[in-house]
């Protein structure tokens, strides 16, 4: 006589079976999560919040999908730290994942800034990928919780770094350059060289004394390559003697690491005081911003707790 299967109802409903279930990483308690996607930013699109969905089913953890719509993103995120979520994804733009990691602090949730932006400097630095499915399962799996130092000027948190001065507006140029967008770098380019000469910064480091440069970058301890210890920024001061230089620098900073230039010297520092005589231009973990003519940068030594694998590998240096 043969037996006969009974029709498996979770088979049929298309969720996993507990036993096909994939591994849930070992170093971090996984019961509750929610996930914050916002369908329009520039790398996300309107399959994520599905395409989410259902690689979350392949793990025992309870998951929420949210979709950031319209004016409704502060109350999104206002509910997503209400819910007791043991970690919070974030599939949206740069400053968004920035703005979640900065209400988290230390004593919150794990955060997951997953490259939904334009630059995802901090996805990169913490999973080494600008495939956010591929970056999603490497927190599920693997992800540990790690404590992530920064910065913070202006009421604006970075945790990789901020450039400060005219050699800012070279940022979307690199980045449009790296994806292939010859013209639209060709335009941040031109816009570039037309700001390169409209002043000068005068900053100090710590309360030390004034020095003067063309451009001031702030790096945080997670992708610096000349600190070991998180016990400040690495302060890097960009000062070109003459136009030539100024445009060397530019090209380094458009084709090749900066860090490398002899125009620019570097230190560790832990306040950092900044003067212009105009509104200082400025790129905040990749997201462009105008600064006051007087500025204050602080190191945040502990600034929110991240679920990633351990050590965080940059996939490009900044």
Same mark, same amino acid.
């Given at each position: 006589?043969?037996?006969?299967?009974?029709?498996?109802?979770?088979?049929?409903?298309?969720? #996993?079976? #507990?036993?096909?279930?994939?591994?849930?990483?070992?170093?971090? #308690? !996984?019961?509750?999560?929610?996930?914050?996607?916002?369908?329009?930013?520039?790398?996300?699109?309107?399959?994520?919040?599905?395409?989410?969905?259902?690689?979350?089913?392949?793990?025992?953890?309870?998951?929420?999908?949210?979709?950031?719509?319209?004016?409704?993103?502060?109350?999104?995120?206002?509910?997503?730290?209400?819910?007791?979520?043991?970690?919070?994804?974030?599939?949206?733009? =740069?400053?968004?994942?920035?703005?979640?990691?900065?209400?988290?602090?230390? =004593?919150?949730?794990?955060?997951?800034? !997953?490259?939904?932006?334009?630059?995802?400097?901090?996805?990169?630095?913490?999973?080494?990928?600008? =495939?956010?499915?591929?970056?999603? %399962?490497?927190?599920?799996? +693997? /992800?540990?919780?790690? *404590?992530?130092?920064?910065?913070?000027?202006?009421? +604006?948190?970075?945790?990789?770094?901020?450039?400060? /001065?005219?050699?800012?507006?070279?940022?979307?140029?690199? +980045?449009?350059?790296?994806?292939?967008?010859?013209? !639209?770098?060709?335009?941040?380019?031109?816009?570039?060289?037309?700001?390169?000469?409209?002043? %000068? !910064?005068?900053?100090?480091?710590?309360?030390?004394?004034?020095?003067?440069?063309?451009?001031?970058? *702030?790096?945080?301890?997670?992708?610096?390559?000349?600190?070991?210890?998180?016990?400040?920024?690495?302060?890097? @001061?960009?000062?070109?003697?003459?136009?030539?230089?100024?445009?060397?620098?530019?090209?380094?900073?458009?084709?090749?690491?900066?860090?490398?230039? #002899?125009?620019?010297?570097? %230190?560790?520092?832990?306040?950092?005081?900044?003067?212009?005589?105009? %509104?200082?231009?400025?790129?905040? =973990?990749?997201?462009?911003?105008?600064?006051?003519?007087?500025?204050?940068?602080?190191?945040?030594?502990? @600034?929110?707790?991240?679920?990633?694998?351990?050590?965080?590998?940059?996939?490009?240096?900044?």
């Amino acid at each position: 006589m043969t037996d006969i299967a009974s029709p498996d109802p979770e088979a049929e409903s298309g969720q #996993p079976s #507990p036993a096909a279930l994939r591994g849930l990483t070992p170093h971090a #308690p !996984l019961k509750r999560a929610v996930m914050l996607v916002n369908p329009l930013s520039g790398g996300v699109g309107p399959r994520a919040a599905s395409e989410a969905e259902a690689i979350l089913a392949e793990y025992e953890v309870e998951a929420r999908v949210v979709t950031l719509e319209g004016g409704g993103f502060d109350q999104a995120i206002a509910d997503a730290f209400a819910a007791s979520a043991d970690v919070i994804f974030v599939l949206a733009g =740069d400053g968004t994942a920035r703005s979640v990691a900065s209400k988290a602090r230390p =004593d919150g949730p794990m955060i997951a800034p !997953l490259p939904g932006g334009t630059m995802n400097m901090l996805p990169k630095a913490l999973y080494g990928t600008s =495939d956010w499915k591929a970056a999603l %399962r490497l927190a599920l799996e +693997e /992800g540990q919780p790690q *404590l992530v130092s920064g910065g913070e000027v202006e009421g +604006e948190y970075f945790y990789c770094a901020a450039i400060l /001065g005219s050699p800012a507006l070279w940022a979307p140029a690199r +980045e449009a350059m790296r994806t292939g967008k010859l013209r !639209l770098a060709w335009a941040y380019a031109r816009r570039a060289l037309k700001r390169a000469f409209t002043g %000068r !910064l005068r900053f100090s480091l710590d309360g030390g004394g004034r020095r003067r440069a063309e451009a001031l970058v *702030l790096i945080s301890p997670m992708i610096s390559k000349a600190m070991e210890t998180p016990t400040g920024l690495e302060a890097a @001061a960009m000062d070109p003697s003459d136009a030539a230089q100024a445009f060397r620098l530019a090209a380094n900073a458009l084709f090749s690491d900066w860090r490398h230039d #002899p125009a620019v010297s570097t %230190r560790s520092a832990r306040r950092i005081d900044v003067r212009a005589r105009s %509104r200082i231009p400025a790129v905040i =973990d990749g997201e462009p911003v105008l600064l006051k003519p007087e500025a204050t940068v602080r190191f945040i030594p502990q @600034a929110f707790r991240a679920l990633a694998p351990r050590p965080p590998a940059a996939e490009d240096s900044v």
